[in-house]
């Protein structure tokens, strides 16, 4: 019999490729779509690339007549209205991916510091932030997943074997992340138009970005001592796709080649991250559609700096095919199951 599963929030960006990937989910049914603003309208018609896929209505959203037709839920709404969401479906003993941020941090005076108040603290111990390539058997046992930010996606993977292996200084880890406009969601805002944005490239949210406590919450557990970053996000006039430039000052000589075996050994096992061989950069259009995180490395072997650079899709690794990703970690399916898909041709 195939897992149920009901998506809150579905016709945003993350709703749409949530679909996409189900619908080639052979273990998956959708069989409850919720949304304020298209209640009672198909979801084809909503997203005409969906024509002949589904034969679904989006609904309000209603805990009990969702909770009786799910298995599983992935609430893909705002702030806020996710930590007032969740813990419905918890109470009804359905398992849940989070793609807000209101289940990613440990403490919540750090999340109520760059959002809001958090009003479902309990529930903070039950949830495990979901970055497979860090916190995998946690998230096999948890009942709630925060799924990772998508800029920390990008940041965290190029990080990990570095940090891990105490391998950088980190008093001064720069991260400089270019982003794709559909980072900024499906809502109507004025930064997000056309002629805002198009032949302009700027950086926003210095020392302000809300991914920032995100990124410093998981490197401080992972080197168990408090590390802040220097975290500058820019805009790009793209639709999609975050390309993340990591600088880093090693703590040993060491070789370029030395410094890539330490993550291929690390990601050896991890079927979405692929390691470029020396000199070679990512690029986002080698990524886009897909959930690959692509990672390039440059060693200055002279001076012992380091530059990673990694590259992801933002709706897919950076957050709709994570959370299936995650979801397939809860459900014991294997992990690749209905994102083993390539990246779209340039």
Same mark, same amino acid.
């Given at each position: 019999?195939?897992?149920?599963?009901?998506?809150?929030?579905?016709?945003?960006?993350?709703?749409?490729? *949530?679909?996409?990937?189900?619908?080639?989910?052979? $273990?998956?049914?959708?069989?409850?779509?919720? #949304? /304020? &603003?298209?209640?009672? !309208?198909?979801?084809?018609?909503?997203?005409?690339? *969906?024509?002949?896929?589904?034969?679904?209505?989006? $609904?309000?959203?209603?805990?009990?007549?969702? #909770? /009786? &037709?799910?298995?599983? !839920?992935?609430?893909?709404?705002?702030?806020?209205?996710?930590?007032?969401?969740?813990?419905?479906?918890?109470?009804?003993?359905?398992?849940?991916?989070?793609?807000?941020?209101?289940?990613?941090?440990?403490?919540?005076?750090?999340?109520?510091?760059?959002?809001?108040?958090?009003?479902?603290?309990?529930?903070?111990?039950?949830?495990?932030?979901?970055?497979?390539?860090?916190?995998?058997?946690?998230?096999?046992?948890?009942?709630?997943?925060?799924?990772?930010?998508?800029?920390?996606?990008?940041?965290?993977?190029?990080?990990?074997?570095?940090?891990?292996?105490?391998?950088?200084?980190?008093?001064?880890?720069?991260?400089?992340?270019?982003?794709?406009?559909?980072?900024?969601?499906?809502?109507?805002?004025?930064?997000?138009?056309?002629?805002?944005?198009?032949?302009?490239?700027?950086?926003?949210?210095?020392?302000?970005?809300?991914?920032?406590?995100?990124?410093?919450?998981?490197?401080?557990?992972?080197?168990?001592?408090?590390?802040?970053?220097?975290?500058?996000?820019?805009?790009?006039?793209?639709?999609?796709?975050?390309?993340?430039?990591?600088?880093?000052?090693?703590?040993?000589?060491?070789?370029?080649?030395?410094?890539?075996?330490?993550?291929?050994?690390?990601?050896?096992?991890?079927?979405?991250?692929?390691?470029?061989?020396?000199?070679?950069?990512?690029?986002?259009?080698?990524?886009?559609?897909?959930?690959?995180?692509?990672?390039?490395?440059?060693?200055?072997?002279?001076?012992?700096?380091?530059?990673?650079?990694?590259?992801?899709?933002?709706?897919?690794?950076?957050?709709?095919?994570?959370?299936?990703?995650?979801?397939?970690?809860?459900?014991?399916?294997?992990?690749?199951?209905?994102?083993?898909?390539?990246?779209?041709?340039?």
């Amino acid at each position: 019999m195939k897992t149920r599963v009901g998506i809150i929030g579905a016709t945003g960006y993350t709703g749409v490729e *949530l679909l996409r990937f189900l619908m080639r989910h052979p $273990e998956v049914e959708v069989t409850a779509l919720t #949304s /304020q &603003k298209y209640a009672g !309208i198909g979801i084809e018609r909503v997203f005409p690339s *969906l024509t002949d896929q589904f034969q679904l209505k989006c $609904e309000d959203l209603s805990f009990e007549q969702i #909770s /009786q &037709k799910t298995d599983f !839920i992935f609430t893909a709404v705002p702030h806020k209205t996710a930590m007032e969401t969740v813990p419905q479906f918890y109470k009804d003993g359905k398992r849940v991916v989070d793609l807000s941020a209101d289940f990613r941090f440990q403490d919540p005076t750090v999340y109520e510091r760059w959002y809001q108040k958090h009003t479902c603290i309990e529930l903070l111990s039950e949830s495990v932030y979901g970055l497979p390539e860090l916190h995998r058997e946690k998230i096999q046992k948890a009942k709630i997943v925060g799924n990772p930010g998508c800029y920390p996606t990008g940041a965290l993977i190029g990080l990990i074997p570095l940090v891990k292996n105490k391998m950088i200084s980190l008093d001064n880890i720069v991260i400089d992340a270019k982003s794709g406009v559909s980072g900024a969601g499906r809502d109507v805002v004025l930064e997000s138009l056309f002629c805002e944005v198009n032949e302009g490239v700027k950086a926003y949210k210095i020392f302000e970005h809300r991914h920032t406590p995100e990124i410093e919450q998981e490197l401080s557990q992972l080197a168990q001592k408090k590390v802040a970053v220097t975290f500058v996000p820019h805009l790009i006039p793209m639709d999609r796709g975050i390309l993340t430039t990591l600088y880093a000052h090693l703590t040993l000589k060491i070789k370029a080649e030395e410094v890539l075996k330490i993550f291929k050994d690390y990601y050896s096992k991890e079927p979405f991250v692929r390691i470029y061989p020396k000199s070679k950069i990512p690029n986002t259009k080698d990524v886009r559609g897909s959930n690959y995180c692509d990672i390039g490395v440059i060693v200055n072997e002279s001076d012992s700096r380091a530059v990673i650079v990694t590259a992801i899709d933002n709706l897919v690794k950076g957050a709709s095919g994570q959370a299936i990703q995650n979801m397939n970690i809860l459900l014991g399916y294997p992990e690749t199951m209905g994102l083993d898909v390539l990246p779209l041709s340039p």
